[in-house]
């Protein structure tokens, strides 16, 4: 059974700051998605990737398939960036199912 | 494009009561999920269809829900009779192709509270 530990469970950081949240996972997977959700608010998918690194605007999210590891990174962050921010990892090929991490809660401070 | 469409966002409802909720998949998505998010158990998947087919429907707590999709732009899932332990959000996603290389597009998700 696949398991997805993110860490930390809470962050606080200063506008500005370069921010990392980590995933990591126990099983083999086809892909790793990063979501976000601000308070009350919908999900957004941010990223999906099998490999390697992806690059949208400040936000980088990066994979290693070998140490079953993922972080996401915001570089000069800002407080809008205050959300929860959800690791999931999807099972083999062909697979449909995510398995979801319990969230980062990531504040920016003006 | 509008996105997943959900309604309704917000519904308080009573015990016993019938509760339906409704999403709209984004046009030509033939994926479509259901989840339920609580602060108990985070997000889990409720029912998985694939061009309007039930694919899977494990994750469906209870004889007490249930989901249909008639079509490909329209998806309902109800709860009769609703308990106050079915409060959560509920959101639903939408992928194109198959379910295993498609980007998922979430809802705005339905908040439900039964008192």
């Known amino acids: 059974k696949n398991e997805v530990e993110q860490s930390p469970q809470n962050l606080t950081a200063q506008e500005g700051e370069f921010i990392t949240i980590n995933c990591s996972y126990s099983?083999?997977?086809?892909?790793l998605h990063w979501l976000q959700q601000h308070p009350g608010g919908g999900i957004v998918s941010l990223f999906m990737?099998?490999?390697g690194k992806k690059k949208h605007g400040r936000l980088i999210a990066t994979i290693n398939i070998q140490e079953k590891h993922s972080s996401l990174h915001i570089t000069a962050s800002h407080p809008r960036d205050s959300a929860v921010y959800i690791c999931?990892?999807?099972?083999?090929?062909?697979?449909?199912?995510?398995?979801f991490g319990k969230g980062t809660k990531l504040s920016v401070i003006p | 494009d509008a996105g997943v469409i959900q309604s309704p966002r917000h519904e308080v409802t009573e015990m016993g009561q019938e509760v339906t909720l409704r999403c709209k998949p984004i046009?030509?998505?033939?994926?479509l999920f259901w989840y339920r998010q609580t602060m108990m158990r985070g997000l889990e998947l409720l029912i998985y269809?694939?061009?309007?087919?039930?694919?899977?429907d494990s994750g469906m707590p209870e004889d007490r829900f249930s989901a249909k999709m008639p079509n490909a732009s329209f998806s309902t899932l109800k709860i009769q009779p609703s308990e106050p332990r079915d409060s959560a959000v509920y959101f639903c996603?939408?992928?194109?192709?198959?379910?295993?290389?498609?980007?998922?597009?979430f809802g705005e998700g339905s908040r439900l509270t039964v008192l």
């Open positions: 999931a990892s999807r099972g083999g090929a062909g697979s449909y199912q995510l398995t």
């Open positions: 099983v083999g997977i086809s892909a």
């Open positions: 990737l099998s490999s």
């Open positions: 046009s030509g998505h033939n994926s």
């Open positions: 269809f694939n061009n309007n087919v039930p694919i899977d």
């Open positions: 996603a939408s992928s194109i192709g198959l379910a295993s290389t498609g980007e998922l597009f």
